[in-house]
């Protein structure tokens, strides 16, 4: 059966080990496959204020999945078509326990970064990430005095914790499973994301996909990590990058030969769609 559409991780997957660069073979295969008909959606746990540069850099972005799935975007209006936000009662429980715990953190809401002062003038020291990406990173987030007011005020599609000392991560686990109808993963030592209930890559995708008409085994994703394993599980041709880890390649059907940097994504595209091209 023919692909109607692809989806991507970004992180990890479509932009090198720098978060930032994309391997122009990326793009040229984004271009090609749609080209020839194909949706293109990028899936990400970035909300959109973060990953605008690579949505515009791809030039052929039909739609994105945000927010680890919290939302779903219409690319050609900017409407969002369908959301799981995290409650405003949860919300105020959650940047409580985050402010008490000296937490760097921002919130996704409304499409944007939150982000205090606080988290704002340690986020360079986040480890497990290159400097010249949180430098940008921090330029794509939205400073403001009163995170409550967010929270108060704006959707809330996702906690982002960049940095927490590792002696307290299981205090704050704890004290967020008391607080009902979240999910939470971890992406790296001392990172925290945490959603509504429901939201999650593959659950955005299959309701996209079915908005569109379109069948799980029509549908090729990409990915690298434990928040792109519903996707990968879901779609019927699925790809971990040899760079992934081991969650994302038990969850892919294929495994791709090169990696983030080599533009691993890009090398599948070509060698399926390919033959399609007349």
Known sequence: ??????????????????????????????KMAH????????????????SQKEIDDVGCVDYMVLSNGAIVVDKATNEVIKSSYISKEAGKKILKILVEHNAVFQIYAGQEAYVNKYSYDNFLNTEGLP????????????LTKDLQEVVDNVPIEKFNVDYVDTKVVQEIMDALSKIPNLVYTAGFVGNIEITGMGADKGNGLAWLSDKLGIKA???????????????????????????????????????????????????????????NVK
């Open 1 to 30: 059966m023919s692909i109607k559409l692809i989806a991507f991780d970004v992180d990890g997957t479509f932009v090198g080990d720098d978060h930032l660069t994309i391997n122009e073979k990326n793009i040229e295969a984004m």
């Open 35 to 50: 080209e020839q008909g194909i949706k293109v959606v990028m899936s990400t746990g970035r909300t959109q204020s973060i």
């Open 131 to 142: 400097e010249v990406f949180l430098v940008e990173y921090r330029k794509r987030m939205k």
């Open 217 to 275: 085994e029509e549908v090729m994703a990409f990915g690298d990590s434990g928040n792109d394993v519903t996707m990968l599980k879901w779609a019927g041709e699925s790809y971990a990058l040899v760079n992934g880890n081991e969650k994302a390649k038990s969850a892919a059907k294929h495994i791709t030969k090169s990696d983030n940097n080599a533009g691993g994504v890009g090398e599948i595209i070509f060698e399926n769609l390919t033959k």
